[in-house]
């Protein structure tokens, strides 16, 4: 397979259409934003490592029969994925209130959630990802209730096979984001990542904070982090 030309390059990534036409590759790049793109750096080795976690995470969903679009890792920097039609949301699923949900509700960060929350955001840079509700994602047309119940459901399940996972591992599952696409025949497919980005990943004993909050807080020992969380998660 041959990449052809460049169908995106985000802040973390680069999609390359290939002489596949239903075949994407993904080369996840240092690169690290945060605050909407208002803090920039690298993280050395990120690429590789969320490259390298996404892959171990997604075969695990596929053993507990979660499909997503990962076809194959191709290199240490690249994956093969399904082309999708993305949806513009980011879903986030909270077992404990940190970051946003914390400030947003005025909870001490670490509270356990008496259930776990989903929330919605806008992926839509210019308006700064804001936070929707089913009827804001009726009205701005971008997906229909049958699916925003099969996202969920997906949502879940991932939640539940992630909880269960790192537990064995020591490792608390605060809360993480995922991104959902359609197929050719328009059903609903898990894509993007699941890495330390978008995921925080405390230890169960230390609560120490083995994600990218390390970056976005100034918190120091941000590659160490990366390289530790990945060790503990594909040991
Ligand atoms: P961002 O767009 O937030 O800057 P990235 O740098 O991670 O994000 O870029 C990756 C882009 O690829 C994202 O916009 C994501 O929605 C998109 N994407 C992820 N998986 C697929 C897929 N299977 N098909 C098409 N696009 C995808
Ligand atoms: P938040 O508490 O900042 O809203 O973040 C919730 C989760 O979603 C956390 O695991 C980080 C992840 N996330 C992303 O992956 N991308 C984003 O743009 C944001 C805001 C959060």
């Given at each position: 397979m041959n990449k052809t030309n460049t169908l995106y390059e985000g802040k973390a990534k680069i999609v390359y259409e290939t002489d596949e036409p239903d075949k994407l590759i993904v080369y996840f790049k240092d690169d690290a934003t945060a605050g909407n793109g208002e803090?920039?750096?690298?993280?050395?080795?990120?690429?590789?490592?969320?490259?390298?976690?996404?892959?171990?995470?997604?075969?695990?969903l596929k053993d507990h029969e979660i499909k997503?679009?990962?076809?194959?890792?191709?290199?240490?920097?690249?994956?093969?994925?399904?082309?999708?039609?993305?949806?513009?949301?980011?879903v986030i699923v909270r077992n404990v209130a940190a970051g946003s949900l914390a400030k947003r509700l005025g909870l001490p960060e670490g509270t356990p959630l008496k259930t776990p929350v989903l929330e919605y955001c806008y992926k839509n840079d210019e308006l700064g990802d804001p936070l929707l509700n089913r009827y804001h994602i009726m009205v701005l047309d971008l997906a229909s209730v049958n699916e925003l119940d099969e996202i969920e459901h997906i949502s879940f399940c991932v939640n539940q096979v992630m909880i269960n996972l790192l537990k064995a591992k020591n490792i608390r599952l605060i809360d993480f984001k995922l991104e959902f696409g359609r197929d050719e025949k328009g059903g609903i497919v898990l894509a993007d990542e699941i890495s330390p980005d978008n995921c925080r990943f405390w230890d169960m004993t230390t609560n120490e904070k083995l994600d990218k909050d390390r970056f976005r807080r100034d918190l120091g020992g941000v590659e160490e982090a990366y390289q530790e969380i990945l060790k503990r998660v594909t040991a």
């Open positions: 803090k920039k750096g690298t993280i050395q080795n990120k690429g590789i490592i969320n490259n390298e976690m996404s892959a171990f995470f997604f075969k695990l997503s679009h990962f076809i194959d890792k191709l290199s240490d920097r690249e994956m093969v994925v399904q082309k999708l039609n993305m949806i513009a949301l980011e």
